[in-house]
């Protein structure tokens, strides 16, 4: 079985890196402080230590979808040794049998969760299975092909198919299909005078995706960003509304935010 991961610029802090354990040793005495002293210091460095935390965890999702908005994509024929952006449809000379389904595909992964609700009937999920395939593979444009390692290959945003429940029981299945029109990013390398794409670890990316799901991601992503930024807006100005000193003067709301400062 491959390292095969699904999946919310290259620059990031490794998982264990000197950076993300003083962050974390830092963090909790720092908000106990500022909650103790100053709650408004207290939600805004709790709003700003999760922006922090989401912007430099390890993803190598993160990183493939902000290098795909940088890199150029390169036709096959044109590709050199080193980092690298292509996009083509997938092929294989070997297909497998699907999971769920009776159909081939070039790849599949397969989970089973068991879905439990509480007294609320709130549900939660565990995941009591899962199983991994993928045949081998390469991708084609329309100047040449590029075999594809399978080790440590990232799917993002692969398509359901053929998943169903029954009872407690949710079967899921995602696929890669021949000819699906993929977007790619990893590391270029030549084996025995042929190129072969794997994964780049220095950017920490290998990832493939279809091309249709980066173009609908690239005319969103701005949408999205300012919508986090007016969220987190709405958050502090809420906060400080909450926390002011509130007065009322012929009729007129007063509101002062004097002491959130002080």
């Known amino acids: 079985m491959h390292d095969y991961l699904f999946s919310t610029g290259s620059f990031m802090f490794a998982k264990n890196s000197l950076f993300v354990k003083i962050f974390k040793f830092l963090?909790?005495?720092?908000?106990?402080?500022?909650?103790?002293a100053h709650t408004f210091a207290f939600f805004f460095i709790f709003i700003v230590g999760i922006i922090l935390m989401n912007v430099f965890k390890?993803?190598?999702?993160?990183?493939?979808?902000?290098?795909?908005?940088a890199l150029?994509?390169?036709t096959i024929r044109s590709l050199a040794v080193g980092l690298a952006e292509i996009q083509g449809k997938t092929k294989s000379a070997k297909l497998i049998k699907a999971k769920i389904g009776n159909y081939q595909c070039i790849a599949y992964h397969y989970s089973v969760r068991r879905e439990t609700k509480d007294s609320d009937g709130?549900?939660?999920?565990?995941?009591?299975?899962?199983e991994t395939q993928i045949s081998p593979f390469f991708i084609e444009d329309a100047t040449g092909k590029v075999d594809i390692s399978n080790e440590e290959l990232n799917?993002?945003?692969?398509?359901?198919?053929?998943?169903?429940q029954s009872g407690d029981l949710h079967y899921k299945q995602?696929?890669?299909m021949p000819g699906d029109e993929v977007l790619l990013i990893g590391n270029v390398r030549s084996q025995n005078g042929t190129l072969i794409m794997e994964k780049?670890?220095?950017n920490n990316v290998f990832n493939l995706s279809h091309a249709s799901s980066i173009s609908k991601w690239n005319t969103f992503k701005p949408l999205l960003n300012s919508l986090y930024v007016f969220g987190g807006l709405c958050c502090l100005l809420a906060i400080a509304i909450v926390l002011s000193d509130v007065s009322i003067e012929n009729g007129v709301v007063f509101y002062n935010f004097n002491h959130l400062l002080g």
Not at 30 to 36: G, K, R, S, T
Not at 58 to 69: M, R
Not at 155 to 164: A, C, D
């Open 58 to 69: 390890p993803s190598t999702k993160s990183n493939f979808l902000k290098l795909q908005a």
């Open 200 to 202: 780049d670890t220095h």
């Open 27 to 36: 963090a909790f005495p720092v908000l106990a402080y500022a909650f103790f």
């Open 122 to 130: 709130k549900s939660t999920f565990k995941v009591i299975d899962t």
């Open 155 to 164: 799917f993002v945003w692969l398509p359901e198919k053929g998943s169903y």
């Open 72 to 74: 150029p994509t390169s």
């Open 174 to 176: 995602q696929v890669l």
